[in-house]
């Protein structure tokens, strides 16, 4: 008997984040499926939800990440994940309601947060983007997309000096 032991899972994981790193979608979506279909596991839920964003197929990540969802409604990551598919279709009402539950249940998820940046960002709320981006900092403070996001913002707002202090840090984190 074929069993997808944790042991199983873990190693079919690996091989599979490797192939999405590599860009290999296809083979990515191909495979989850298959996996999800003998059992239901949260990794292989987000792994499938960001490779059919990676192909466009937002429609399909939206229905992974609902089935996900009705398994266990209250996963950070599976409302992040829900949240980015809205916000990929710029319907960021929608995609705020997703990650503001999210960090109901966590209020550091680094990817929410920096995500609410982004939507913020978005929508001319620079402000609160940069507060978004901050926490995120306060957690973790070489969390270098957040930095590349705050040099992004501080320049298209004229605020030359703040952009180059956060280049200056993505510079020491890469000596």
Known sequence: MNKLTDE??????????????????TEVIKECNKILIKRKHQNFF??????????????????????????????????????TCFYMLHKFSKAEKYFKKGLEIDNKHLHTLNNLGNLKRET?????SIKYYN??????????????????????SNQKEESKKYCKKILELNK
């Open 46 to 83: 987000n792994l499938l939800c960001v490779a059919y964003q990676k192909t466009g197929e937002i429609d399909k990540s939206i229905k992974v990440m609902n089935e996900a969802l009705a398994l266990n409604p209250n996963h950070p990551n599976f409302l992040n994940n829900l949240g």
């Open 135 to 156: 926490k995120v900092l306060s957690i973790q403070n070489d969390a270098v997309a957040t930095l590349f996001n705050l040099v992004g913002i501080y320049r298209i």
């Open 8 to 25: 199983v899972l873990k190693e079919k994981y690996n091989k599979l984040y490797k192939k999405f790193v590599n860009g290999d979608f």
């Open 124 to 128: 001319y709320k620079i402000e609160e």
